[in-house]
């Protein structure tokens, strides 16, 4: 079961969207809807495919964190799957998107493990992202909605 999950529709067409939401290798158009993406870049497997890798600077919670991941699966206007690390916690993250008409709807759900030795953490750095990501899809509804 996923501890983050988001579901939102963009009145967009799903090539529209996918794009936008794929597109790791423009800085600028992420950085549109993830202001808190400082730097990023992908450092194997260009254009993005299965087995890209991902480096990633971030804002979170007050200050700087690094995050590493591996493209596991990436079907063009339909799936996008990931699996990395967040800071010093490993999660997966996995985003669909549907037509619906001539909308889009986009299901993310995030999976994160804190371990046994901060699960104290945990409450803390899930409430976090799940503000963040959802901010976040909130940002693109309105960058491509206009």
């Not at 992420?30 to 804002?59: C, E, F, H, N, Y």
């Not at 690390?85 to 994160?112: A, K, L, M, Q």
């Amino acid at each position: 079961m996923a501890d983050i999950e988001h579901q939102i529709t963009i009145a967009r067409p799903v090539s529209d969207v996918f794009n936008a939401l794929a597109n790791y290798e423009n800085l600028e158009a992420l950085q549109k809807w993830q202001p808190d993406m400082l730097s990023m870049g992908v450092t194997a497997g260009s254009p993005l495919r299965a087995g890209s890798m991902i480096a990633m600077t971030r804002r979170f919670m007050g200050g700087k964190i690094f995050v590493n991941v591996d493209v596991m699966e990436i079907q063009r206007n339909k799936r996008f799957e990931i699996n990395g690390i967040h800071g010093r916690f490993p999660f997966r993250r996995e985003i669909e998107v549907n037509p619906v008409g001539r909308e889009t709807t986009i299901r993310d759900s995030i999976t994160i493990r804190t371990g046994w030795l901060f699960f104290w953490y945990r409450p803390f750095v899930t409430g976090a992202l799940s503000r963040q990501t959802a901010q976040e899809w909130d940002n693109l509804k309105q960058v491509l909605e206009g």
